[in-house]
């Protein structure tokens, strides 16, 4: 078992989040002992899928909605399967998103350390769009 504080370091949240989120309900079974809440392994792993909903893009009445089919059992699979299934493609359309602009910063870290080397950026320009260095041209084209 677990204390608020302990939690709240193992997580790097505040106090606060931890108990906004007992209070929309999201610990239903969690445990008290003189009015203070302690956290059993079971809370800690509900945190955890909390915490990647909620980076993945979930507001919290939707966590809601998936701790309650939670605690109907098995008949919501289904529903908890799709859910997922719509935050892995979100996730990976913002994965995409971010290798493209990861592509346009090392693109530009070349395109500078060439400038530099050069004095200038005219070397480059002979060669854009489409006579850059093979490994370069990949990172050119998915930015662009």
Aim: glycine content about 4%; hydrophobic content about 35%.
């Amino acid at each position: 078992m677990y204390t608020i504080g302990q939690v709240s370091e193992m997580f790097n949240l505040p106090i606060s989040t931890l108990r906004y989120y007992d209070k929309e309900g999201l610990f239903p079974d969690i445990q008290r002992q003189s009015g203070i809440r302690k956290f059993s392994d079971n809370e800690i792993e509900a945190l955890r899928v909390i915490e990647c909903l909620k980076a993945s893009g979930l507001e919290i009445k939707d966590i809601k909605q998936f701790m309650q089919w939670v605690s109907e059992g098995p008949s919501t699979y289904g529903k908890r399967k799709a859910l997922f299934e719509a935050r892995r493609e979100a996730v990976e359309a913002e994965i995409a998103k971010l290798e493209k602009m990861l592509d346009m910063v090392k693109f530009k870290c070349w395109y500078y350390d060439t400038a530099m080397k050069h004095g200038s950026e005219n070397e480059i320009i002979k060669m854009m769009p489409d006579k850059l260095p093979q490994e370069i041209q990949k990172l050119y084209d998915n930015s662009h």
